[in-house]
């Protein structure tokens, strides 16, 4: 299947679309990167090979890159605000399915699919993380985090239970974990925490790990066996 990179726009960040993607109705997967990409040239979003890799998954989806500003520690306050306008822009661009929301993200990225769904509950169908971190390293409130949503980071990010109020929040959200076993940037505990308190509450989440790599999980992640498959066989769920 032939894909299409382009700026879209609305709001200048790239989409992958197949080229014969017909009249309308494909979902819509929001890809967010990790905190080496943030910038200001939205072709950053796609270092690392990712444009080559995207392409050759032939995922039958219209596929969002929103670019995350050097200003901001991940997709939150004005970065939250980024990618609901970038969804809405596929919608209207590209008759993209606004029921069908689907998130992957990478590190930073990662750890940015767990804050909107907890802040968006309900609006998207299914999360593929790699390489999650939910350890705040730093003193102080990360830059232009909005003050009332610094209750809800220091819940999710700070506190001795985090793992625990995370499964909480996304416990309706199946999601599939990816993670080196040598990661020291996110270490794989966070991985197992979350998935350890999303089976206590009976919710459903996957975990696939690789023993031999570190942070380095992005491209083997997005090629993992049946993932886009199993990402978007999954629903929202009914409001």
Same mark, same amino acid.
Do not use: C, H, S
């Given at each position: 299947m032939p894909f299409l990179l382009c700026r879209t726009e609305s709001s200048g960040h790239y989409a992958c679309i197949p080229a014969d993607r017909g009249a309308s109705g494909l979902p819509i997967i929001v890809f967010l990167h990790g905190a080496?990409?943030?910038g200001t040239d939205p072709a950053d979003a796609l270092q690392g090979g990712l444009k080559a890799v995207f392409e050759s998954l032939n995922i039958p989806a219209v596929v969002l890159f929103p670019q995350c500003s050097p200003e901001y520690r991940a997709y939150y306050g %004005? &970065?939250?605000e980024r990618v609901l306008q970038a969804i809405d822009g596929a919608v209207r661009e590209f008759s993209a399915d606004c029921a069908s929301v689907y998130l992957i993200g990478y590190s930073m990225g990662a750890t940015s699919c767990f804050y909107l769904a907890a802040r968006h509950p309900g609006r998207f169908a299914a999360i593929a993380s790699i390489a999650v971190g939910i350890s705040w390293p730093e003193h102080g409130w990360p830059p232009n985090l909005p003050d009332?949503?610094?209750?809800?980071?220091?819940? &999710?990010?700070?506190d001795a239970e985090r793992a625990r109020f995370i499964a909480g929040q996304?416990? @309706?959200v199946p999601v599939w974990f990816i993670h080196g076993s040598q990661d020291r940037a996110c270490p794989v505990t966070d991985s197992r925490s979350i998935v350890d308190q999303l089976r206590a509450f009976g919710a @459903?989440?996957?975990? @696939?790990?690789?023993?031999?790599?570190g942070h380095d999980s992005l491209v083997r992640g997005l090629n993992e066996e049946g993932l886009f498959q199993w990402l978007l066989s999954n629903s %929202?769920? %009914?409001?």
């Open positions: 080496g990409e943030r %004005a &970065m939250e009332d949503k610094r209750e809800l980071f220091r819940n &999710m990010f700070i996304v416990k @309706t @459903t989440a996957r975990l @696939t790990e690789y023993p031999e790599l %929202a769920p %009914a409001l």
